[in-house]
């Protein structure tokens, strides 16, 4: 009896312990499910904006766990596992309530817009195992994640993060961080999460270089670090990530040689993207023992030597970019490389542009891949005709021969590649009508014919491009009128037919074209009257018909152009008043309708109230405006017949005077330069006179580089003079700070430079030192001829003479001159007569140096680039690398503002400008020159009827000591040499004289002075 009451007790006991432990554990999940469901809310109410209604399902009607995006685990539990919520167009925050979702393991909320900081809470989320919230927009620091310690994939690229870069995940396999704007060195703890297989920190501001330590990463697969500030060798640790997939680690400031054994040592390597770094030296050996790799981009280097001969065991290889070095190729053996990358079966891009290709390209270019799509051979040396081969290669989509020597007729063959999209033939010596079979080209977009010598007509069949957007033939001689076909193409936004001898009357049905964006026809014979019509192509931006033969009004329609921003008139035979209806053109930049037959009053309204861009020059009947135009009021306009008269023979009288009078110039100063100039001296190589200096060297002649012995500072380095050992003559030893970025890659292309050239108005280099300082870090220096004249900056703007007064020193007429010649010597041997065409990209007052007898040496050849020809890159060109050109403000040519490519137009621009500045006295970068005025349109608003207003004073009153022949002839020789300065500044770079021109002109001028004196 009592044995059962006490089992029923026990029994009783035991279903009321369960029925609590059952209420506790039911209360507990109702608890978890609950907080989970308000997490999830919070997140919602961050979102400002859902405009795919993602949220829609998030609502009481069902249960969190079926919300879209939502994941939750097993039914009993009911709880957030996973949320993922891609590519919603979702804007707003991240709520730190996501860090009440304990069981979280994955948060996926890419491709949104969502902004703000990522929550600290998520570092508390101890399930977590993926993190992506790459591509949005989101701020400040990486907080930690160390007590995330399932975390293995955490992609927070392409937001806006700040910071240094962090490496606080335990067991993280996949660190993405790239397009942020993370700053500091890359953490060697990093190496101690040996479980990483990817890392990218690619688009960052990451310095310094990859850590040894980073040897220790035994899992490694993907290595990208490109566009960072890395500087230093090759990182030797990479060489011991055997599973190394992808490498990328361009572009930074890595350089020296890329290791003989690298693809030994890489057998898995599949990408490898070095691209825009300093590296040199030749191709390694071992490039073709990567079996698997089918990505290479060795681009914008100093790579030299020849591809190697062995690239065609690369079967694998689809994309293959070495353009921008210096390689070379010019005898057959050196073309082995084209005979056996036609293996490569799989590659589809092909670039070796921007190198020292010459000769003939073989016939073998025909058994390349038919898969190839993209060849680059552009802005090389190479010459015969047009390459046959390339006829086999029936896939190509684009192809690019441009800047090179080709010769002969564009074959008519090229019509059959019907997949063609892209086409640049410009700047070759191609002679020959333009081929009509172009027209079977369905699918052609880019047509560059520019800068060859095509003659004949333009063929009407082009018209039947149903896809072109491009079409530039500038610079040729074709002749005949433009075909009315040309305007019905409905996709063209870019006509470039300038500097042709093209004729007749622009076509009515011009006003068709309304997708037109740049229409440019100037420097042709273009006559008859601008249609109408033409304002109806509402799309413009920019119209060059100056240099035609146009005649009757300007069409008042072209104010109906609201996008215009450049519109050109010049040099032609218009007449009638300028249109009211101009004054609407709100975004215009340039209006330029000088030197034609306009007559009436200037408007003052609108654009014409900024006289910066309005160029009217050399229309007599043109009176009022604005004041800074400097034109007659209307009431005192010269209006009879004998004024005119006088004015048109001042017109005639006037330059040649002045031609004269220049001529007697050139001919005394070619005379008194003779007996002053030393004989031609040529440049020592590096190994002749000094073949070996050290840092130490160069730190005793610079007396510890002392400030005392620093005579001049620029962007990538320090100028001392100093003495050498065992030798008495000072010199100037430029050393460069290769903590700057960019000083790395000046110093090895002056030394390319110098190295290549020779002439008596170059500065004279004597050695190169590059080693390592007294800590162990790089040292780069050279050393050259001291010029004890100083430079010609500080010749024109010393503020202290020989007396001590304040007034600034004076430089006669005929130094003045001889300084000019000897940097127009100096340019036309680097344009013309060097072995490979040099453009300078830097010509300015202070890289002009003068020794003792004041003759002109141009230095500092940092920014200078070897190029074949010297013709600019049509504006629409894409086709081809181009190489960003930042010069100096106030002497870069206008288009490098636009991406232009380098030319030899863009120093002649820049030779202009130092050619005004030397007789105007007066910095391009004056404060006087605001709202678009500059110095050369500052020499045209007063010539030539003003031009001793504007021109330096000291040239009115030169000295007793100054040649009689001189002094009196100073004042009208002022207008012949501005004349040819503004020859030299016009804004379209085919309008430039060249070099050669410019030394012709004087050498000519002189000659015949001296037969007349004898």
Partial sequence: MKVNTIGKLLLLVLVTITAHYLVVCSSSFLHGNNTDMLSL??????????????????????????????????????RVISLNLTSRGLVGQISPSLGNLTFLDSLVLTVNTLAGDIPTTLGHLHHLQTLRLNNNILQGRIPSFTNCTELKVFHVAFNNLVGQFLANFPRLQMLQVSGNNLTGTIPTSLANITTLTHITFSYNHIRGNIPSEFADLSSLQYLYAAANQLTGRFPQAILNLSTLIGLDLGPNGLSGQVPPNLYASLPNLQILV????????????????????????????????????????????SYLNLEQNQLQANSKQDWEFMDNLGNC?????????????????????????????????????????????????????????????????????????????????????????????????SQLGWLYLDSNQFIGHIPPSLGNFPMLQCLDIYNNNLNGK????????????????????LDGQLPTNIGNAKQLVHLLLSSNKLSGDIPNTLGDCESLEDIELGSNIFSGSIPASLGNISGLKVLNLSANNLNGSIPTSLVNLHLLEKLDLSFNHLNGEVPTKGIFKNATIVWIDGNQGLCGGVIELHMLACSVMPLNSIRHKRSVMLKIITPIASMVSLAMVIFVLFHWRGKHKRNFVSLPSFATKFPKVSFNDLAKATHGFSTSNLIGRGGYSSVYKGKLVEDENEVAIKVFNLETRGAQKSFIAEC???????????????????????????????????????????????????????DLYCITMAQRISILVDVADALEYLHHNNEGTMVYCDLKPSNILLDDNMIAHVGDFGLARFKVGSTSSSQCNSSSSSVAVMGTIGYTAPEYAGGGQVSTAADVYSFGVVLLEIFIRRRPTDDMFTDGLNIVK???????????????????????ETPVVLKETSVNVLLPILNIGLRCTKASPGERITMHEWLLCYMESGMHISMLTE
């Fill in 752 to 806: 390319n430079a110098l190295r290549n050239v020779r002439h008596r108005n170059l500065v004279h280099i004597i050695t190169a030192c590059s080693g390592i300082d007294s800590n162990g870090n790089d040292f780069k220096a050279l050393v050259y001829e001291l010029m004890p004249g100083g430079d010609l900056h500080k010749l024109l703007y010393s503020n202290q003479d020989r007396e001590g007064s304040f």
């Fill in 482 to 501: 433009i075909p009315m076909e040309i305007f019905k193409i409905p996709t063209m936004f870019i006509l470039k037919l300038s500097s042709n001898i």
């Fill in 41 to 78: 809310l919070d997140f919602k109410d961050a979102i400002s904006l859902d405009p795919q209604q993602a949220f829609m399902s998030w609502n009481d009607s069902t249960h969190f766990c079926s919300w879209e995006g939502v994941l939750c685990r097993l039914k009993a539990t009911r």
């Fill in 345 to 441: 079966t799989e590659l589809q891009m092909f670039s070796l542009s921007w190198n020292r290709l010459s000769g003939h390209v073989p016939s073998s270019i025909g058994n390349l891949s038919n898969q190839l799509q993209k060849l680059y051979l552009g802005e090389n040396q190479l010459s015969g005709d047009f390459p046959s081969g390339i006829q086999n290669l029936h896939n190509l989509i684009l192809l690019s021969l441009g800047a090179n020597h080709f010769t002969g007729v564009v074959p008519e063959w090229i019509g059959t590649i019907k997949t063609l999209q892209l086409v640049d033939l410009g700047g070759n010596y191609f002679t020959g009508g333009i081929p009509s079979s172009l027209s079977n080209l």
């Fill in 274 to 317: 070095l691209a825009e770094n300093f590296f040199l030296g030749n191709i390694p050996s071992s490039f073709t023992n990567a079996s698997n790799i089918y990505d290479v981009d060795l681009s914008i280097n100093n790579f030299t030597g020849l591809v190697p001969a062995t690239i065609g065991r690369l079967t694998k290889l």
């Fill in 938 to 960: 500052f020499t045209e608003i007063s010539f030539p009827d003003s031009v001793l207003e504007i021109v330096d004073p000291q040239l009115l009153q030169e000295s007793e």
